[in-house]
């Protein structure tokens, strides 16, 4: 059981919006503003996307965008892209150790 | 241009040991925490261990404690992982990552390496 809880699978169409959820606790997502997003393409290594709630590592795209609301931290990506379909993946700092969502499969219809 | 690789993977029989390597280039590897972060097949990510720069601290998942030795050599810009008292569940792919500079995130990532525990 994982100590982050993401849906499972979420879908849109190309050009739309979709936002991913992930849900901790107050020993996790709110207690610390430290909640990267990773995405996984299907035998690659993760790829960070996402750090401290809201930044954005260079080079990747503006399209990607992080918030938080108390335990539930939020992944929104817009203007969505066929490459965009891969696994995406939370996590958060908690009491020196990194906690990790199970993880949601981006569907792009 | 940042690069991680990983080896020592490979089949091991419970209980056995296998220890990992890491080869960074492309940064000034004593200067990052680095991490152990694995994946079981089909399944989502897991933090293993991660490592100060020096070396003087080190944590671990608790599954892990009292099995598993992360450690380094800044003078060959490897880190390794000593596993040892293998069990089934320790099956995955294991990755190398170096960690965020002053935050909680993992900034670049190793392709990985398979390892199996099975008789």
């Known amino acids: 059981q994982s100590a982050l809880t993401q849906p499972a699978s979420v879908s849109g169409s190309p050009g739309q919006s979709i936002t991913i959820s992930c849900t901790g606790t107050?020993?996790?997502?709110?207690?610390?503003?430290?909640v990267s997003w990773y995405q996984q393409h299907p035998g690659k290594a993760p790829k960070l996307m996402i750090y401290?709630?809201?930044n954005r590592p260079s080079g990747v795209s503006n399209r990607f965008s992080g918030s938080k609301s108390g335990n539930t931290a939020s992944l929104t990506i817009s203007g969505l892209q066929a490459e965009d379909e891969a696994d995406y993946f939370c996590?958060?700092?908690?009491?020196?150790?990194?906690?990790f969502g199970g993880g949601t499969k981006l569907t792009v219809l | 241009e940042v690069q991680l690789v990983e080896s020592g993977g490979g089949l091991a029989q419970p209980g056995g040991s296998l220890r990992l390597s890491c080869a960074a280039s492309?940064?000034?590897?004593?200067?990052?925490?680095m991490s152990w972060v694995r994946q079981a097949p089909g399944k989502g990510l897991e933090w293993v261990a991660n490592?100060?720069?020096?070396?003087?601290?080190?944590y671990y998942v608790d599954s892990v404690k009292g099995r598993f030795t992360i450690s380094r050599d800044n003078a060959k810009d490897s880190l390794y992982l000593q596993m040892n008292s293998l069990r089934a569940e320790d099956t995955a792919v294991y990755y190398c990552?170096?960690?965020?500079?002053?935050?909680?995130?993992?900034?670049?990532w190793g392709q990985g390496t398979l390892v199996t525990v099975s008789s």
């Open positions: 490592i100060k720069q020096d070396g003087s601290e080190k």
């Open positions: 990552a170096r960690y965020c500079s002053g935050t909680n995130c993992f900034r670049y």
């Open positions: 401290d709630v809201s």
């Open positions: 996590s958060s700092y908690t009491s020196s150790s990194t906690a």
């Open positions: 107050s020993s996790d997502v709110d207690g610390y503003n430290y």
């Open positions: 492309g940064f000034t590897f004593s200067s990052y925490w």
